[in-house]
């Protein structure tokens, strides 16, 4: 898309993101999401739900912390969404009570 000029927005890439980690290519959703910045986009909470939640998905659970805490630092705020991940998340762990 951006070979062929065309504007490329927080969604798109968010999108992008998603289907790596459908793919288990976690490097590449990793590059994506670090290269935002560089490109001008500032990361919501939608594009952190949808790292962590690939995090998770993958079990790389110390990342998905790493990418809450980072939130927290950057005073992004935690929504529904991202609550139900962790919970999700711990309840796969058998660790309810860490929820």
């Known amino acids: 898309m951006l070979k062929q000029g065309l504007q490329v927005d927080l969604i798109c890439y968010t999108t992008q993101v998603s289907k790596y980690f459908v793919f288990n ?4 959703a990793m590059k994506l999401f670090y290269l935002f910045p560089n490109r001008g986009i500032n990361r ?3 594009v952190y739900n949808t790292m962590i ?3 998770c998905r993958m079990k790389l659970f110390d990342d998905a912390t790493r990418l809450l805490q980072e939130m927290s630092s950057k005073n992004i705020k935690l929504d529904v969404v991202s609550y139900g991940i ?4 711990y309840s796969h762990l058998g660790e309810m009570y860490g929820a």
């Open 25 to 28: 290519d976690v490097q590449n």
């Open 44 to 46: 919501d909470t939608q």
């Open 53 to 55: 939640s690939g995090y």
């Open 86 to 89: 962790i919970i999700d998340s």
